[in-house]
């Protein structure tokens, strides 16, 4: 079971990144699927989730329209959508599978599974 995020880069305030998570050794659409970032010296932050029993998502209040969490059955990946990028926004972020609850996963941002994350440095 391995979760590996991708996608991550350097970019100005302003523009966008598309972050990757993909699966291997199991199906991802079995489970809920949050984002979660950390910035050095910081503590963990839960950014999106998405539910698999009814698809819906759940995102942290300062990146509420302008990221989005989505999904591809069909490629076995989860999507994180970047737009409008703030420096605030660096850190290494990280996908994570099965937590104990998508709607909880923005406060308590833990899960049974997750990758070595992929580092955004947003620059002003």
């Known amino acids: 079971v391995q979760l590996q995020a991708s996608g991550g880069g350097l970019v100005q305030s302003g523009n966008s990144l598309r972050l990757s998570c993909a699966a291997s050794g199991f199906t991802l659409d079995n489970y809920d699927i949050g984002w979660f970032r950390q910035a050095p010296g910081k503590e963990r932050e839960g950014v999106a989730c998405i539910s698999s029993s009814d698809g819906n998502t759940y995102y942290r209040e300062s990146v509420k329209g302008r990221f989005t969490i989505s999904r591809d059955n069909a490629k076995n990946t989860v999507y994180l959508q970047m737009n409008s990028l703030k420096p605030e926004d660096t850190a290494k972020y990280y996908c994570?599978?099965?937590?104990?609850?998508?709607?909880?996963?923005?406060?308590?941002?833990?899960?049974?599974?997750w990758g070595q994350g992929t580092l955004v440095t947003v620059s002003s």
């Open positions: 994570a599978a099965d937590p104990p609850s998508c709607r909880t996963f923005i406060t308590i941002p833990v899960g049974d599974y």
